[in-house]
């Protein structure tokens, strides 16, 4: 079965603070791993995949199979940062799974 | 551009209507996906389908049936509305996953049942 973990329904920062949003996995086999983003009154929208290796918005992630993770990272966030983020698992089947999201919020 | 169009933003159907839901998309995608957006419980998928006439239960199946006659098109179909049914719908569409590609979402459709 594919399932998709959110471990924190929100975080609240500083803008400047580092941010992390975690997200863990569970799949038997090569799971793709995304991140998903939607911000306030927008369509749901891909941040950032993990075959990719990219950096976006100065956001990364890394795959970590060992501990079953895919955690999200910012060093410095912004205020525009804020919004719901979303983990995803797409299997071979192409059955395409999302966590239950985490909301984002940067104070100025 | 890819297009996720869903046909409706708002609707309100009373309890026991048969009640569709169309999404159409422009991009000659393979895959197609509804969910269902709850605060507090995320997207949850209800029905995919990998082709046309082809059609895969998600997560929480129950209450819901789909069509795909056309590639373009994805219907969403509750059989009879209930009032816990009321939630926000999402279409999605996406190449297959062979390409690693990203999923396209549409405006969504927030259904209200009374």
């Known amino acids: 079965a594919q399932r998709v973990t959110q471990p924190e329904k929100l975080l609240s920062v500083f803008k400047g603070a580092p941010v992390e949003l975690k997200c863990n996995y569970s799949y038997s086999g090569s799971p793709e791993l995304f991140w998903y983003v939607q911000y306030s009154r927008q369509r749901l929208q891909l941040l950032l995949r993990h075959i990719s290796r990219e950096s976006i918005k100065g956001f990364t992630a890394d795959l970590n199979k060992g501990e079953t993770s895919f955690h999200l990272k910012k060093p410095f966030a912004q205020e525009e940062d804020s919004a719901m983020y979303y983990c995803?698992?797409?299997?071979?089947?192409?059955?395409?799974?999302f966590g239950k999201g985490m909301k984002l919020t940067v104070n100025p | 551009d890819v297009k996720v169009t869903q046909s409706s933003r708002y609707l309100v159907k009373r309890t026991g209507e048969k009640v569709f839901l169309e999404c159409v998309q422009d991009?000659?995608?393979?895959?197609m996906f509804w969910y269902r957006q709850d605060p507090g419980l995320g997207l949850r998928l209800i029905y995919f389908?990998?082709?046309?006439?082809?059609?895969e239960k998600g997560d929480i199946p129950e209450g819901y049936s789909v069509s795909r006659e056309k590639k373009e098109r994805f219907s969403l179909i509750l059989e009879s509305a209930s009032t816990n049914q009321t939630s926000m719908y999402l279409c999605?569409?996406?190449?297959?996953?062979?390409?690693?590609?990203?999923?396209?979402f549409g405006q969504g459709t927030r259904l209200t049942v009374v």
């Open positions: 995803a698992l797409q299997g071979g089947s192409e059955k395409l799974v």
């Open positions: 999605a569409s996406s190449p297959p996953n062979r390409a690693n590609t990203e999923a396209f």
């Open positions: 991009m000659d995608h393979e895959n």
């Open positions: 389908s990998y082709d046309v006439k082809m059609k």
